[in-house]
């Protein structure tokens, strides 16, 4: 079998989010081929498509195929099925080289077990948007296990940290709310879904070109209720300008880089902002005019994708003894401040 190498690595790569590092279950480190669909599978997330590699049907390791692929030269390859003294093997061919991989005949990945919506319905772009501001407000680790999920409502997405609370209104047609891991469902984002779906322990996300994604779905019956926490909301109005939105650019450059979590720290004095960052890598400060705000010196963490949102929807947030707000048509978000220093 012929086939472009590029678009075959592409293939891959966009089935990738459901590979673990691990093997959590049999072949959960493999990409799997079977009757001309590829997929993979980690407990929480799995994945599948058509594939070029279309007679092929068995399990290979992914990172070594992964990477041979991503370092061959050739525009095209040929690849094959071969079993040899009984021992199964991939083979792959190009122009004065030949690469041989171990190949399981047999899949044993539970893939059989996600069964796909019988119907699927529309996506909007507002769900993604919700998506990345609520993920930022999800704790990496905890002990409550619905802090490190996003909780999708029938007529909003919801997530909370204890330090903060992120509240939009988007509604793509759910008769009940469920809960789905951050881990999890943040690998939908850059695969531009447009259509979703659900069964009984997945939500469904494919995108246009026939890529499916499900998320392992969680019940919602003892989700913390969170009405209290946008009870009563005001404060001193401050109002963020665009040009915000290029200074939280990059001051991201390094916070993504930051393992304790991708977060942004923003003190507000009378007359000036500054917006800071850190990594392993280093640190990042800048400061910007701010005008209108007479109260005392405060300071919070934010989430970048959450400071871009907030700028972007509604451009002001209100300042009170101990919360930091932004309230818009669509939605609410609430953090906690502390003094800023020198106060």
């Excluded at 947030?317 to 220093?341: D, H």
């Amino acid at each position: 079998m012929e086939l472009n190498r590029e678009e075959l690595l592409k293939e891959l790569q966009s089935v990738a989010s459901g590979l673990s590092s691990r093997e959590v279950v049999e072949q959960s480190t493999c990409f799997v081929f079977q009757n001309g669909i590829i997929s993979t599978y980690n407990d929480e997330v799995t994945c599948c498509r058509k594939t070029l590699l279309n007679e092929i049907n068995g399990a290979v390791r992914s990172d070594p195929l992964l990477d041979i692929l991503s370092k061959l030269p050739d525009k095209t390859i040929k690849i094959r099925f071969e079993e040899k003294n009984g021992t199964n093997r991939l083979i792959i061919l190009g122009k004065r080289r030949r690469v041989t991989l171990a190949m399981d005949a047999e899949i044993h990945l539970p893939i059989e077990s996600v069964k796909l919506p019988k119907k699927w319905f529309a996506l909007s772009n507002k769900f993604i948007e919700a998506i990345q501001m609520a993920k930022g407000c999800t704790a990496d680790e905890s002990s409550d296990f619905g802090l490190s999920c996003i909780h999708c409502a029938p007529e909003f997405i919801e997530a909370c940290d204890r330090l903060q609370a992120a509240r939009i209104k988007v509604n793509i047609g759910l008769k009940q709310s469920v809960l789905i891991r951050k881990e999890s469902i943040n690998h939908i984002i850059p695969l531009a879904v447009i259509k979703w779906g659900l069964t009984k322990t997945w939500i469904h996300f494919r995108n246009k070109d026939g890529l499916t994604i499900s998320c392992r779905r969680y019940s919602a019956d003892e989700y913390r209720n969170l009405d209290s926490i946008y009870d009563n909301l005001k404060g001193s109005r401050i109002r963020l300008s665009d040009g915000l939105l290029d200074v939280g650019s990059r001051a991201n450059i390094l916070s993504k880089q930051n393992p304790e979590g991708n977060y942004l720290t923003v003190q507000i004095e009378q007359g000036k902002i500054k917006i800071s960052s850190s990594s392993i890598s280093g640190k990042y400060t800048e400061f910007a005019t701010l005008r209108g705000y007479n109260g005392k010196g405060t300071k919070f963490c934010i989430p970048p994708d959450t400071l871009k949102y907030i700028i972007k929807e509604h451009k002001t947030v209100l300042i009170e003894s101990k919360r930091i707000i932004a309230k818009g048509p669509n939605f609410i978000y609430v953090a906690s401040i502390t003094p800023a220093e020198g106060q």
